[in-house]
């Protein structure tokens, strides 16, 4: 039996209405799913406000109704209770609704604009091979143990994530490594959740269509981080100039990885090849398979990670030189016959594009050309449109800019916006195939022997989005058949 009152505990309460001293079924915060004895929790939100919807919860049988404005008809034996910011009391009551799993774990959140999937998903895998039960919640997926579920969001909403965690504690879960998103944040979904440590990556242009302007997206990050308890560890990169800004007032014990200055955790690159990474770590060298320097950095955190949490380091060692790279983060397939390389990344951002192609660009040894497929999602930052053309156009040899979920907005507008961002000198490079699988195909068919190949932006996304429908859509599985399928 699960009583109102014990569900609101630690949430500040302005004014209550009725009792609360009842036993309750669930907990929602979508009307449409309310049924006898559930409690609703009304949440403004960008597209429509919970408040419009109390009439319809209430007459679905919800018991009690938590919300930031009381309606003008209370209904008798239904308890109301104002609260100053029904996200926050939702993750609260969430975190209390599932007995406070994240109590039982060691909870590790990971922030930053790149490298949150990066970091979370090798640290899963790390502590997977060192033998723990761990847990994951990611922009790919969400794993209980070995068990795997299916991800809806970089951080899900409150209940999501107490259910998960809950189902993790129960399975004996030890470690927990979790992507915080900004979104996640500034909507509260992570409130309540005892982390045992933090980890900051870096910060650059993204979600700026949400946020008001950066350094509101760069507060918001910070607050993941003064909210840290004094038992978590703060770790953070001293390369970006964020990084010490995100542990300014941070209760947590503080710690630093960097490549060019003093840290805690110093790297070098002491060779960056296509085939991997050779890493000094402190004093320690160690060859991993990923590429490219800011994998670098993800090796760093993942490493001060294992060390903060108390692994041996000769086994970290041992374990990071098996990690293999995430699905959709640049992931490569090799054609037999002609030698063409095909990367699929996830890079969706100017800061990641351009981070992907200077990486190529650094491994590449001779004249083979570099030929980029990339687009823009829609309803999403237009202002990253034309830097990512000016990004692509100017890092590669070829572009064919195409579409890249263009959900409600007209696939063509949003590639003349990218178009727009190319520099004059660059023109003859690009062009432009609305249709992406055309577009990968048109890529592939321009490519000669020992040319790379670079499809951007869904990584590891299964469809395509138009239209409010998702087609089937898979750019890693179409780029090894056009590209084996070649011969020349
Ligand atoms: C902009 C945004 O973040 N929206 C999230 C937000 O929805 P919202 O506030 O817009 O909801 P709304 O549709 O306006 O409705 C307001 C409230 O009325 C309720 N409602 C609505 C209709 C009804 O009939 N009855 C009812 O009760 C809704 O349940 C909601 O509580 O809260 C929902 C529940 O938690 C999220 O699913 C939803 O994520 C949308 C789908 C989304 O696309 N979010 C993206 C932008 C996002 O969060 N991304 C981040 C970061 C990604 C990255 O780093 O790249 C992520 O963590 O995934
Ligand atoms: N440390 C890093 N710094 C800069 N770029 C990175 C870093 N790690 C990965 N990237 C690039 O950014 C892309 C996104 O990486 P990843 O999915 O790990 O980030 P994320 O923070 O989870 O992104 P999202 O916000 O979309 O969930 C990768 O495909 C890669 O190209
Ligand atoms: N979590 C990000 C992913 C963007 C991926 C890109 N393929 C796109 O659709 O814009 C978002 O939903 O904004
Ligand atoms: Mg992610």
Known sequence: ????????????????????????????????????????????????????????????????????SLPELIING????????????LALMAANYF?????????????????????????YDLFKAAGYETGLLSTVKIMVGEKEFPAT???????????????MVDAGVEFCFMEVSSHGIHQKRTEGLHFAGGIFTNLS???????????????????????????????TNADDKNGPVMLQNTNARTYTYALKTYADYKGQILENQFNGLLLKINNNELWVKLIGAFNAYNMLAIYGTADLLGLETIEVLQLMSNLESVAGRFQYVVSEEMNITAIVDYAHTPDALKNVLQTINSIRTGNEELITVVGCGGDRDAAKRPKMGNIAASL??????????????????????????????????????????????????????????????KGHETYQEINGERFEFNDL??????ITALKK
């Not at 609360?20 to 939100?45: C, M, P, Q, W, Y």
């Not at 899900?156 to 189902?167: A, E, M």
């Open 99 to 123: 007995e406070n799993p994240s109590d039982s774990l060691k909870l590790i959140g990971v922030t930053g604009t790149n490298g949150k999937t990066t970091i979370s998903s090798l640290l």
């Open 477 to 482: 599985e179409i780029v090894s058949e056009f």
């Open 153 to 167: 969001h970089t951080t899900p909403d409150p209940l999501t994530i107490n259910s998960y965690l809950r189902k």
């Open 205 to 235: 242009h993204d979600h700026l269509d949400y946020h008001k302007d950066f350094k509101e997206y760069r507060d918001v990050k910070k607050t993941f981080f003064d909210q840290l308890p004094k038992s978590a560890f703060a770790l």
């Open 1 to 68: 039996m699960i009583y109102l009152k014990d569900i609101l505990y630690k949430v500040p309460i302005e004014k209550t209405i009725g009792v609360t001293a009842v036993a309750i079924n669930n907990l929602h915060f979508d009307s449409r799913k309310i049924e006898l004895n559930d409690v609703f929790v009304a949440i403004r939100g960008s597209l429509s406000d919970g408040h419009d919807y109390i009439k319809m919860a209430a007459e679905k049988g919800a018991l009690a109704i938590i919300c930031e």
């Open 78 to 89: 239904i308890t109301y209770v104002q609260v100053a910011d029904s996200n926050k009391a």
């Open 396 to 457: 590669s040899t070829k572009v064919i800019f195409t579409s890249d979920n263009p959900r409600s907005e007209d696939p063509e507008a949003i590639i003349h916006q990218i178009e727009a961002g190319v520099p004059p000198e660059h023109f003859k490079r690009t062009l432009s195939i609305t249709d992406r699988k055309q577009a990968i195909k048109t890529a592939c068919s321009m490519a000669n022997r020992n040319d790379i190949i670079l499809v951007a932006g």
